[in-house]
């Protein structure tokens, strides 16, 4: 019945993906691997609310990770709507980690990326309908310390990511407006994960602007949720962190 629940949960997460307003910027999943020794890789292949996203990690040194994200969309039109929203974005990242127990890890990660976003969506002011597009190509700083817990079946964690995020958006309405401007996100996730070589994961994460957002009429994607497969690979077993020295 649990497992019936939380596909329930995934079926509302697309629905709301596809009911979602004009965005400029959507977070990416947070790539947390949670690596405990040297030789460890992880896969990740997940889909949700900010779309596909892909993940790699790998660790080729004790206590140091390396990491190449991407994410994806592109919602087709219909005939009831003219609303359209597309977006690519990629980024690389390095970073920390290391036990402090037997069974947890904490780690942090700093990264850069770059992205797009293309929206068209009608929106209705007084008695009038107006077409707006908004086009956004911007550039992301990160940085993500996280703690979880590592089982030999399981996986739990949570990360703080916090964004900068340099904005260079057009829009075009009855006018063209462009705005080049500074954001800065908090973005915190909790990740879980179940299994053994290949793995189900889950994330639910948020974002949410530390500074004030400037008035450039797009609607941020605060909540986001992803569930998809995990591909674990360089250990056959996993009882503790104590036991992977």
Not at 51 to 77: E, W
Not at 101 to 108: D, H, L, Q
Not at 169 to 198: C, H, M
Request: aromatic share 14%.
């Amino acid at each position: 019945m649990k497992y019936r629940n939380f596909f329930g949960f995934c079926i509302l997460a697309f629905v709301a993906i596809i009911q979602s307003c004009a965005t400029a910027y959507i977070p990416n999943k947070v790539n947390s691997p949670m690596f405990t020794d040297k030789g460890e890789a992880k896969i990740d292949l997940t889909w949700g609310m900010n779309g596909a996203d892909v993940q790699i990690a790998y660790t080729p040194i004790k206590h140091l990770g390396i990491m190449t994200n991407g994410c994806f969309s592109t919602q087709t039109r219909d005939t009831s709507t003219t609303n359209f929203h597309k977006h690519a974005y990629g980024e690389i990242g390095v970073g920390w980690y290391n036990k402090i127990s037997s069974k947890a890890v904490i780690e942090v990660y700093g990264g850069y990326g770059r992205g797009s976003s293309d929206t068209d969506w009608s929106i209705e002011e007084w008695t009038a309908v107006n077409n707006v597009k908004i086009v956004d190509n911007f550039t992301k700083y990160f940085i993500q310390p996280s703690i979880g817990i590592v089982k030999e079946k399981s996986s739990f964690s949570f990360t703080s990511r916090f964004s900068m995020i340099q904005m260079d958006i057009d829009r075009l309405e009855s006018q063209y407006v462009n705005v080049n401007d500074i954001d800065l996100f908090w973005e915190p996730a909790f990740n879980f994960t179940t299994g053994k070589t290949v793995k189900f994961i889950g994330q639910f994460g948020i974002s949410y602007p530390i500074i004030k957002l400037p008035e450039y009429s797009y609607t941020p994607k605060y909540i986001s949720f992803s569930a998809g497969i995990e591909v674990h690979l360089g250990r056959n077993k996993i009882k503790s962190v104590e036991e992977a020295e």
